[in-house]
């Protein structure tokens, strides 16, 4: 006669499956969220590489590009026409001018 299985011990083997499965689907999960920190570190410091690189490359423009304008602006402002000057000197000179003029008339 063969013996009826106990209920009991399959419940039990059930619940050691179930417990391994859970267990098992757990450390995948971890690895899986390890992967994803691991690339956000990766992500976060080639930002900050990028970051520095495009500073770096921001100062070199400023310092070969934007610095000789500003000098050579300088030197332009420096060689420019005094217009308000000439314009009073001009002003001046035909109020001379006229007065010259009605007195020899």
């Known amino acids: 006669m063969t013996a009826a299985p ?3 011990t399959n419940v039990a083997v059930e619940l050691a499956q179930l417990r ?3 267990n098992t689907g757990l450390e995948s999960i971890k690895g899986t969220l390890n992967i994803l920190v691991e690339r956000t ?3 976060d410091a080639d930002l900050r590489q ?5 500073e770096a490359e ?3 423009i400023r310092d070969e590009e934007v ?4 000098t050579e ?3 332009l402002k420096q060689g420019r026409w005094p217009i308000a000057q000439i314009g009073a000197l ?3 000179g035909g109020l001379i001018a006229a007065v010259i003029a009605l007195f020899l008339n």
């Open 90 to 92: 001009v002003g001046v």
């Open 20 to 22: 391994g499965e859970l």
């Open 67 to 70: 610095k000789p304008l500003r």
């Open 50 to 54: 990028l970051r520095a690189d495009m």
């Open 6 to 8: 106990d209920p009991t």
């Open 73 to 75: 602006v300088e030197v």
């Open 58 to 60: 921001l100062q070199k």
């Open 41 to 43: 570190t990766r992500t």
